[in-house]
Structures are given as structure tokens and as C-alpha cells.
Nanobody, 126 residues
Framework: QVQLVESGGGSVQAGGSLRLACAAS????????MGWFRQAPEKEREGVAA???????RYADSVKGRFTVSQDNAKNTLYLQMNSLEPEDTAMYYC????????????????????WGQGTQVTVSS
């Protein structure tokens, strides 16, 4: 059973930085796409950044130039470096994984992903 455990959330002032991590275990395939999604109260879950199984990445327009997604394959860990945080970034952040190659069109679509973590809260104050 694939398990994803997020860490690194917290409270920060606008302009600050946070680094989220997602530790994965139980992988049975060598090919996975992984991504970060977020959901604010009364809003739909949205894709933030993701890495496909071939290493290609995709970012939501709202975070381009501020967030960076990366992974450490040896540690089965996905990271999200978040800089220049804004109050609008406040949300519960979720890590997701799927044993597939998503392709550009599906990489940030939350319905594509089979496995999900429990989430970590990020709060940005102005």
C-alpha cells in the first residue's frame, strides 16, 4: 500500500518561505508521477506543481517563479520550495502520486492521482 506523509507546513508572514516534503513508501512500480495540490476553505482543490515520471514539471500560473518542485529518488521524497509567499497561498497542501506517466494535460489534474497524503497546513499572514 502506497503511503504519503507530508511535513513542513506552518505559519509565515507574507514574503517568507517554507519547504514542504512528502515521504513516500510502499511503491510497487518504478514509474510514478507526483504532485502538490492545495485546497483553501470553500474552494476547489487545485494543482500547484508536479513532476511526471520522465522528470518533466508543470506549475500553476499563480506560483510560477515562486515555487519549485523537486524530488529525491533515493529517498522517495518530493519537495516543494515555496518562496515569496502571499496570503493567497494559504491552504491545506496535499501530496499525491500515481503509478503512471500523466502527460502535460493531466499532471495538475487532481482526479488523475490515485494516492493522497493527509495534508499539511500553510498559513501566510499579511
Amino acid at each position: 500500500q502506497v503511503q504519503l506523509v507530508e511535513s513542513g507546513g506552518g505559519s509565515v508572514q507574507a514574503g517568507g518561505s517554507l519547504r514542504l516534503a512528502c515521504a513516500a513508501s510502499g511503491y510497487t512500480s518504478s514509474r510514478y508521477c507526483m504532485g502538490w495540490f492545495r485546497q483553501a476553505p470553500e474552494k476547489e482543490r487545485e494543482g500547484v506543481a508536479a513532476i511526471d515520471s520522465d522528470g518533466s514539471t508543470r506549475y500553476a500560473d499563480s506560483v510560477k517563479g515562486r515555487f519549485t518542485v523537486s524530488q529525491d529518488n533515493a529517498k522517495n521524497t518530493l519537495y516543494l520550495q515555496m518562496n515569496s509567499l502571499e496570503p493567497e497561498d494559504t491552504a491545506m497542501y496535499y501530496c499525491a502520486a500515481d503509478p503512471s506517466t500523466a502527460g502535460w494535460w493531466l499532471l495538475l489534474r487532481h482526479s488523475w492521482y490515485r494516492y493522497w497524503g493527509q495534508g499539511t497546513q500553510v498559513t501566510v499572514s499579511s
